[in-house]
């Protein structure tokens, strides 16, 4: 079955150390995204991509950057991480129809 | 400004019961609206999609209504079950991939 995969699904990490979480889907969608999600926020976008070799910023990209190599996966690094970083992280994916299909995240910790 | 109010934040019912939940919203422009469940610890699901011209839709044990005219959407939960017990989350659309997260109805299931 085509699914979407997030590693690590844990991390803790220190402040100022560059960090990247994987993101791998094999439904074949051309487009992907990153959010995360916090106590007394919904999902807030980070970035997303519409195909191989396009990015484009989300409401809350600074920090973050991605890339896409290839139709399957997009990355996203923490540059630096911040201790106002620490949250969960969701990736996913979508058909043309719009429906989004989100992996089973990934929390990090900033120390 | 893009907004989405849910409520109530939480909610406690006996299995058995049922319970309806409210999603207020101010998208511009609006192109369709989903409400999705996230159990505990997991990525956020899919049950359903509710187009403007749509009014209500049913999803085994799961009903959203929309009233497009007044931005309010309700999903509504009939004989509730444990394995209900998640977040949901009401989610309109702006354009094809705007999703506008709410931050979630907690609902817990007691036995």
């Known amino acids: 079955d085509a699914e979407i995969t997030q590693s690590p699904r844990h991390k803790i990490t220190e402040t100022g150390r560059q960090v990247t979480l994987a993101c791998h889907q094999t439904w074949n969608h051309n487009n992907m995204f990153w959010y995360r999600q916090d106590l007394g926020h919904g999902l807030r976008l980070i970035h997303y991509?519409?195909?191989?070799?396009?990015?484009n910023k989300g409401e809350v990209s600074d920090g973050y950057s991605v890339s896409r190599s290839n139709t399957e996966d997009l990355p996203l690094t923490l540059e630096s991480a911040a201790s106002s970083q620490t949250s969960v992280y969701f990736c996913?994916?979508?058909?043309?129809?719009?429906?989004?299909?989100f992996g089973e995240g990934s929390r990090l910790t900033v120390l | 400004k893009n907004q989405v109010e849910q409520s109530p934040q939480s909610l406690i019912i006996l299995e058995g019961k049922n319970c309806t939940l409210q999603?207020?919203?101010?998208?511009?422009?609006?192109?369709?609206l989903r409400w999705y469940k996230q159990d505990t610890g997991r990525g956020p699901v899919s049950l359903t999609i509710?187009?403007?011209?749509?009014n209500t839709k049913s999803n085994g044990r799961y009903t959203a209504t929309l009233d497009a005219d007044t931005k309010q959407s309700s999903l509504h939960i009939t004989a509730s079950q444990l394995s209900d017990s998640a977040s949901y989350i009401c989610v309109p659309i702006s354009g094809t991939y705007k999703y506008i997260f709410g931050t979630g109805t907690r609902l817990k299931v007691l036995a």
């Open positions: 999603c207020n919203y101010t998208v511009s422009p609006f192109s369709n």
């Open positions: 996913a994916s979508s058909e043309p129809t719009g429906e989004l299909f």
């Open positions: 991509s519409y195909g191989v070799q396009d990015t």
């Open positions: 509710m187009t403007f011209s749509e």
